[in-house]
């Protein structure tokens, strides 16, 4: 880590954001009218690893359904995960969930207010409570997101990937530091708005950069390397069969365990790639099936690994009353669409739609 001497006038990179975000800045989000913290808790999270434009129809769709945090609390997990079905990182609702029941269980059903109280929820991180206090009641904590690391790295030069513990302290040490004495609302979301519009990861937009006149990376040429990236490590690759059991225009679904990928949705029976595909059905279900085609692998990115599925359609004759059990779902691919899949199971049907229609054309 290595922080130049050049050190802005205190108050004055605040000042800026402020000043900018009052022309420059995003007023028309769905949840900036509101100083319900439930409502903001809920953007936040959503907001979290999640780009603006994909949020907002899940934002809304999800206040509809539920409108407070008594109503999101008294829901079943499979309604919350299937309103948040495709927006991914599901740990995201399971956590949304949790915390909505703590509230009702330890706080009396009241939103808590403090950032160091919303601290203690599932799922809220040191700068999440604080984005929540500063648009609820005007805190005055510093946040610390993936665009305003950014933001703080370039301005202040602070060199080290950002996950590092000590360049993490740096950052938060350079937010605090920043804070202004009023307007916190209006710095908070100047400091998201920035870094999410002016200062993007690639070719950020200096030119138009409210702070640019002492911004270090921007000054010493440093806008490439700054903030550092994460340490190059390579992902390790999975494979998995993925099973379309298909019977009376039907598919099976399978409910996946709370923990681990794709928590709780609902999704394809599986199988070792290298497995015979009939004796598995057979063993786990005691249904005999007749092979179809394979279809193309599909690829999907996690945090941790890399995975990938393919696909095999299967038919069944028959299908045997013993093998009905909770944790099962039989669905037509149409209706499927509406369920709690994993966004590469809906891809996956959505293609499958096509090639019938195809077929049938
Ligand atoms: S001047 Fe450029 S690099 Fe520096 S904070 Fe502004 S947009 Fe980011």
Not at 288 to 299: G, K, N, T
Request: net charge positive.
């Amino acid at each position: 880590m290595a922080a130049t001497s050049v050190k802005p006038k205190k108050n004055a990179f605040a000042a800026r954001v402020i000043a900018w975000q009052r022309t420059h800045g995003r007023h028309d989000l769905p949840w900036q009218d509101t100083r319900d913290p439930y409502r903001i808790w809920l953007s936040e999270i959503m907001l979290q690893q999640t780009q603006v434009a994909a949020v907002v129809p899940y934002y809304v769709r999800f206040v509809r359904a539920f409108p407070d945090v008594a109503a999101l609390a008294g829901a079943p997990i499979d309604a919350v995960l299937a309103h948040w079905s495709g927006l991914g990182y599901y740990r995201r609702a399971h956590h949304l969930h949790a915390a909505a029941q703590a509230i009702m269980a330890t706080h009396g059903g009241r939103f808590p207010r403090d950032a160091a109280t919303l601290a203690t929820l599932p799922g809220v991180g040191r700068s999440t409570a604080a984005a929540i206090a500063a648009f609820a009641i005007g805190a005055r904590e510093p946040i610390l997101d993936g665009n305003v690391k950014r933001v703080l790295a370039r301005h202040r030069g602070i060199a080290g990937w950002p996950g590092a513990p000590k360049v993490e302290a740096s950052l938060w040490r350079a937010a605090e530091d920043a804070l202004p004495a009023r307007g916190i609302e209006t710095y908070t979301q100047g400091l998201m708005d920035l870094g999410a519009t002016v200062c993007v990861r690639t070719n950020p937009r200096c030119a138009t950069c409210p702070v640019a006149e002492d911004c270090i990376a921007r000054n010493e040429q440093r806008i490439a390397e700054l903030p550092s990236p994460r340490p190059r490590k390579i992902l390790p690759q999975r494979a998995v069969r993925v099973l379309l059991i298909e019977h009376g225009g039907e598919i099976l679904f399978e409910k996946r365990p709370a923990l681990g990928i794709w928590g709780g949705l609902w999704s394809l029976p599986e199988c070792a790639l290298e497995d015979d595909v009939r004796a598995a059905v057979h063993t786990r279900f005691g249904a005999r099936v007749e092979l179809r085609d394979a279809l193309p692998p599909i690829a999907h990115g996690f945090t941790h690994f890399a995975l990938t599925l393919h696909p095999q359609r299967v038919v069944v004759a028959r299908w045997p009353a013993r093998a009905e059990a909770p944790g099962m779902l039989w669905l037509a691919p149409a209706d499927a669409h509406h369920a709690a899949l994993p966004a590469p199971i809906k891809k996956l049907l959505r293609s499958l739609a096509r090639a019938s229609a195809i077929a049938e054309g």
